[in-house]
């Protein structure tokens, strides 16, 4: 008897501290979205946190974050299994073509850009920067 009472106590106790971690595991999340919303940076980069349901189901990648101001477009791609030899950048007309070793990922860029590509990669991050074509309105 006081052995089916030591086990229901510890399942308790289990339960209990399961509920708690996934409790703080939700307010850590949550302390980061909104730091991040200040618009912090990895990599060089800004990183967005509030990605759409919908941004997933349009191709978006879950490992890299894009952006752009008015003069650059910016991404950031997450390939901690990679070294910087494995990963090929080239253009091809509105889209960008990254090999990173047996995967091609292509990101269509919202704009034309320059012909030359700033690529960083550090700590398994790499990092692309892309100059946008000035078109001078007239």
């Not at 070793?101 to 919202?110: K, Y």
Request: charged share 50%; proline share 2%.
């Amino acid at each position: 008897m006081v052995f089916d009472e030591d086990k229901k106590r510890k399942k308790k106790e289990a339960e209990e501290f399961e509920r708690i971690v996934r409790e703080m595991e939700r307010i850590i999340e949550d302390a980061f979205k909104t730091a991040f919303n200040m618009q912090p940076f990895l990599g060089g980069f800004s990183i967005n946190m509030e990605r759409e349901e919908e941004d997933f189901e349009e191709g978006y990648e879950e490992d890299e974050d894009i952006f752009e101001d008015d003069e650059r477009i910016y991404i950031t791609i997450q390939v901690p299994e990679l070294e910087e030899d494995d990963i090929k950048v080239k253009l091809r007309r509105n889209m960008l073509e990254i090999k990173m070793g047996d995967e091609i990922r292509e990101v269509v860029l919202p704009t034309k850009v320059k012909r030359k590509i700033k690529k960083t990669f550090r700590n398994g991050i790499l990092d692309i920067e892309l100059e946008k074509v000035r078109e001078d309105i007239r």
